[in-house]
């Protein structure tokens, strides 16, 4: 039963390009939340996705920043017009439906962001 | 509003004495806590839980906490350390009636094991 799916794991973009980043959830698993974990100020919660709907987006940047669940494939956390304070590593992370759901997250291994 | 304090950026231990991360907590209800575990370059794992029942829970790897609700903590422990847990620590706290699913995650406390 394969895990939570990141891809890429390292990315690397220069100031003014777009990034992309997928993430597959486990099987089984209809609730994915982003993370972003910066040096020295832990894993800061970025947005909450259920299949086709952004249920929780408060921890999202209002601009450049935007996150997708379709109902076909992965969820996808996109960054336009990237600037260096972007560098970080975003975790994507999973869990099952509400009624089977006991709190933990299982996380994928993370995508690492450079921005040059 | 929830949040998750985790006081101390880093705890030292030698390897074979018994280890202790704190971890203190906020939550307008009962919360649900959480202990994970992070290796350089990789993702976090689960390592055990509070829901309810028992103050003593038992997670993987041999490690345990204490859920003490008159001081809102939640301190993982371990009675012998190695050198292989050493790594990052983060607790995580959800309210448990609030309605969120989202757990709130401390700074993270890295623990370093001394051969």
């Known amino acids: 039963n394969a895990g939570v799916m990141q891809n890429p794991r390292h990315l690397v973009r220069r100031r003014g390009q777009e990034a992309r980043l997928r993430c597959s959830p486990m099987k089984g698993h209809s609730h994915v939340y982003w993370y972003r974990q910066l040096p020295e100020e832990g894993l800061k919660f970025m947005v909450y996705?259920?299949?086709?709907?952004?249920?929780?987006e408060s921890g999202m940047p209002k601009e450049r920043f935007s996150a997708e669940f379709p109902k076909e494939g992965p969820s996808i956390l996109r960054i336009q017009q990237v600037v260096r304070g972007d560098s970080a590593a975003y975790f994507c992370?999973?869990?099952?439906?509400?009624?089977?759901?006991?709190?933990?997250?299982?996380f994928g291994e993370g995508s690492r962001l450079t921005v040059l | 509003a929830q949040s998750v304090a985790q006081p101390e950026d880093q705890v030292n231990v030698a390897e074979g004495n018994p280890l202790t991360v704190k971890c203190t907590y906020s939550v307008s209800g009962n919360p649900y806590l959480f202990w994970y575990v992070q290796y350089p370059n990789r993702g976090l794992q689960f390592l055990l839980k509070?829901?309810?029942?028992?103050?003593l829970v038992k997670g993987s790897y041999g490690f345990e906490a204490e859920f003490n609700k008159s001081q809102t903590s939640f301190h993982l422990k371990k009675p012998s350390a190695l050198v292989s847990d050493s790594a990052l620590y983060f607790c995580?706290?959800?309210?448990?009636?609030?309605?969120?699913?989202?757990?709130?995650f401390g700074r993270g406390t890295s623990l370093i094991v001394h051969p």
């Open positions: 992370a999973s869990s099952p439906g509400q009624s089977a759901n006991t709190g933990e997250l299982f």
């Open positions: 996705l259920q299949k086709e709907n952004i249920i929780d």
């Open positions: 995580a706290v959800r309210d448990r009636g609030g309605g969120s699913y989202i757990p709130t």
């Open positions: 509070y829901i309810t029942g028992d103050n």
